[in-house]
């Protein structure tokens, strides 16, 4: 599965973005989503989880409330709406595709290239 994310940008604390993540290759909906952030200095973490059918959804305490992950497997593509965005947000965010739900990194066979998010005013 090759991903490639986008929709990064620059926002002001309190504003939007959506990112997505489009996936080519092997079958899509085969697989668990997840999305992981990282920011300079610091191990790459967990933001948002989604199963291959979307049925189910995991969100790490730091987002929840924030942020809603979401995918159509018709168009092989997963999001990441974020509200409500706060200066520690700021990171390169990741997608990745995995046989199951996971919070660890090493779980997820297959990642994208990464699209930087930075909220500042």
């Known amino acids: 599965v090759q991903l490639q994310a986008s929709g990064g940008g620059l926002v002001q604390p309190g504003g939007s973005l959506r990112l997505s993540c489009a996936a080519s290759?092997?079958?899509?909906?085969?697989?668990?989503m997840g999305w992981f952030r990282q920011a300079p200095g610091k191990e790459r973490e967990f933001v948002a989880g989604i199963s291959w059918s979307g049925d189910s959804t995991w969100y790490a305490d730091s987002v929840k409330g924030r942020f809603t992950v979401s995918r159509d497997n018709a168009k092989s593509t997963v999001y990441l709406q974020m509200n409500s965005l706060k200066p520690e947000d700021t990171a390169v965010y990741y997608c990745?595709?995995?046989?199951?739900?996971?919070?660890?990194?090493?779980?997820?066979?297959?990642w994208g290239q990464g699209t930087q998010v930075t909220v500042s005013s």
């Open positions: 290759g092997q079958t899509f909906s085969n697989y668990n």
């Open positions: 990745a595709a995995g046989p199951r739900y996971s919070a660890f990194p090493r779980i997820y066979e297959y």
